[in-house]
Nanobody, 123 residues
Framework: VQLQASGGGLVQPGGSLNLSCAGSGFTLDDYSIGWFRQAPGKEREGVACIMKSNGEIYYADSVQGRFTVSRDNAKNTLYLLMNSLKPEDTAVYYC?????????????????WGQGTLVTVSS
């Protein structure tokens, strides 16, 4: 199982970014998969996850209504569309997957991780 995240960058407050996470060695649809982030000096946290059991989606309260997670099974790719970005969204964003997990969006629950992509929200 390999995950490759991309799409980070520098964006002004109020702007948008679309992150991608390409999966290989497994079928995305068979795994719980999600986005996580870690800001400087803070613990890694779950941002948005799609559960393997029923496709249910979890969003952290801090991003609800601004971020949208989706997946393209044909491309085996996970996306995170981030709108109305705020300086507090600045972090390294990671994608992760787990083949057994039925529900949850906490980092310790996920076995497979991609490298991070840095998102900086600043004017």
């Amino acid at each position: 199982v390999q995950l490759q995240a991309s799409g980070g960058g520098l964006v002004q407050p109020g702007g948008s970014l679309n992150l991608s996470c390409a999966g290989s060695g497994f079928t995305l649809d068979d795994y719980s998969i999600g986005w996580f982030r870690q800001a400087p000096g803070k613990e890694r946290e779950g941002v948005a996850c799609i559960m393997k059991s029923n496709g249910e989606i979890y969003y952290a309260d801090s991003v609800q209504g601004r971020f949208t997670v989706s997946r393209d099974n044909a491309k085996n790719t996970l996306y995170l569309l981030m709108n109305s970005l705020k300086p507090e969204d600045t972090a390294v964003y990671y994608c992760a997957a787990d083949g057994i997990l039925a529900w949850g969006c906490r980092p310790p629950l996920y076995d497979y991780w991609g490298q991070g992509t840095l998102v900086t929200v600043s004017s």
